[in-house]
């Protein structure tokens, strides 16, 4: 099953470089499959791969407790 997380990070002076980090660290994250920093509404967005939704929830709250994400939303693929 495939996953989308849209980040929103907390801004400030060095908000560029809390969204490579972020792409980094959300990369090393088991079932990521993509992390980019982007342009846009949202910050980051990470790619996700799982069994299941509830996988990809337990993926989502690691990648929403990273330091720097003000808010994340987790979409999942439909079947």
């Given at each position: 099953m495939l996953g989308v997380v849209?980040?929103?990070?907390a801004q400030g002076r060095d908000s560029h470089q809390?969204?490579?980090?972020?792409a980094r660290d959300a990369a090393r994250?088991?079932?990521?499959?993509d992390s980019y920093s982007v342009l846009g509404r949202y910050d980051n967005v990470v790619f996700?791969?799982?069994k299941d939704p509830a996988e990809l929830r337990r993926i989502?709250?690691?990648i929403g407790a990273l330091p720097g994400v003000k808010t994340c939303e987790?979409?999942?693929e439909a079947d």
């Open positions: 849209l980040i929103k990070t809390m969204t490579k980090t972020i994250i088991p079932g990521v499959t996700l791969e799982g989502g709250a690691q987790t979409l999942f």
